[in-house]
Each structure stands twice: as structure tokens, then as C-alpha cells.
């Protein structure tokens, strides 16, 4: 079945440092990939999204690439800031109505 | 333009009371999804309704949780009797997917933190 995996929190970093959260998936077909990020007491909102294959994702600074060859869609933010100190779930939507969620990973940027 | 609207953002029952939250997808979204949240168990989806319809259910943990969906722009999630292992935050979501097209994205709202004491 389809699945995504993502890699274990926390991650914790200084402001200004380079962040990558892995996010590798399990499909049949060509899935489309979000990465959502949850904020203290809020809900999950949509970050980036890559509907095919060599298709970037970029939104605040953060950028995704969707790797068919690897089947990866890496989260990439060259300097973060304390103000993204979230969780943030890798999904994936096959075409049925389900969205398929990692278990999300959290973030925490220190000044 | 206006998001999913939950209500109420936190509650605080007691064991077997009854507990109901509710759901305003966004306008035109024919999908509207409940998922559950816990530390314990992550994202956890417990019914899909397309066009006011239950498709998917299994994700309903008892009898005691049941969800309608009389319109397209109302949903509510109720749990009687609550219980202690209930507390988590219940998130309402919408999405205009409807059909096999791929690449729809799914919209939640601010979650009902949902506390049994």
C-alpha cells in the first residue's frame, strides 16, 4: 500500500543554519506530494505541494523536489528562522481520497 | 476568503458526557475529511464524507463516535459517552477533489482540542 516516511524529530538548529527533513514515499502510479506545517495550536497548513515528477515545490524560502528515481521529496530551507519552529508532515494523494500522512517532524530553531 | 471553521476550539467534559464538534468546510469543497490527532498515534483519519455522503468510515474507533454530514456546508463529529482516552485535537478538512484528478489539496481547520477529564 501507500505509504510516506519521514524522518525522526526533533531536528534542532541555529537561526540562519541550513535544514533538509527527509521524506521518502511508497506508491502505485504518479502520486502528488505536499508538505504541510503545523504552528503551536494551530492546524496543518499547506507549505508546498508537486503534482509530477522533476517538479519543484517552493514557498518562504522552503523548497521540494519530486524525485520519481528516489522516491523522495526532500524539504529544503537554506536559513531558517525561529519563527519556523513547527512540526512538518510530508503527504501523499494517489488519486483515491485518501491523503497519507507521516508521522511529522519537529523543528526547533534557536537564536 | 474564509477557511474550515471548527467549533468549539477547546472543550473540557467530563467522562460520559456527550461531546459535539462542528464543521464548516470551505465553499464549493465536496470533500470533507475528520481526522484525529494524539502524540501517541499521529494523523489519524476517521471518516471521509464526498458530496454529503459517509464513503469511509473504518477509522471510527467505536460506536460511541458518529458523524453525519446533512448539507454540504455542515459537519458535526459527536462522541457520547465521552471518555478519559478520547482527549486528543479533532480536525475538520475540505478539499474540492471529487473525481480521479490528482494534485487537489486538502484544507483543515484550527482544531477542537478535546479534553476528558
Known amino acids: 500500500g501507500n505509504s510516506v516516511t519521514q524522518m525522526e524529530g526533533p531536528v534542532t538548529l541555529s537561526e540562519e543554519a541550513f535544514l533538509t527533513i527527509n521524506c521518502t514515499y511508497t506508491?502505485?502510479?504518479?502520486?502528488?506530494l505536499f508538505w504541510y506545517v503545523q504552528y503551536p495550536g494551530e492546524g496543518l497548513q499547506l507549505l508546498l505541494k508537486a503534482t509530477k515528477a522533476d517538479d519543484k515545490g517552493s514557498n518562504k524560502g522552503f523548497e521540494a523536489t519530486y524525485r520519481k528515481e528516489t522516491t523522495s521529496f526532500h524539504l529544503e530551507k537554506g536559513s531558517v528562522q525561529v519563527s519556523d519552529s513547527a512540526v512538518y508532515f510530508c503527504?501523499?494523494?494517489?488519486?483515491?481520497?485518501?491523503?497519507?500522512f507521516g508521522t511529522g517532524t519537529r523543528l526547533k530553531v534557536l537564536a | 476568503d474564509a477557511g474550515v471553521i471548527q467549533s468549539p476550539r477547546h472543550e473540557v467534559t467530563e467522562m460520559g458526557q456527550e461531546v459535539t464538534l462542528r464543521c464548516k468546510p470551505i465553499s464549493g469543497h465536496n470533500s470533507l475529511f475528520w481526522y484525529r490527532q494524539t502524540m501517541m498515534r499521529g494523523l489519524e483519519l476517521l471518516i471521509y464524507?464526498?458530496?454529503?455522503?459517509?464513503?469511509?468510515d473504518s477509522g471510527m474507533p467505536e460506536d460511541r463516535f458518529s458523524a453525519k454530514m446533512p448539507n454540504a456546508s455542515f459537519s458535526t463529529l459527536k462522541i457520547q459517552p465521552s471518555e478519559p482516552r478520547d482527549s486528543a485535537v479533532y480536525f475538520c478538512?475540505?478539499?474540492?477533489?471529487?473525481?480521479?484528478?490528482?494534485?487537489?489539496?486538502?484544507?483543515f481547520g484550527e482544531g477542537s482540542w478535546l479534553t476528558v477529564v
Open positions: 506508491a502505485t502510479g504518479y502520486p502528488s
Open positions: 464524507f464526498n458530496n454529503n455522503v459517509p464513503i469511509d
Open positions: 478538512a475540505s478539499s474540492p477533489w471529487g473525481g480521479q484528478s490528482s494534485g487537489n489539496t486538502i484544507y
Open positions: 503527504a501523499l494523494f494517489s488519486g483515491t481520497y485518501k491523503y497519507i
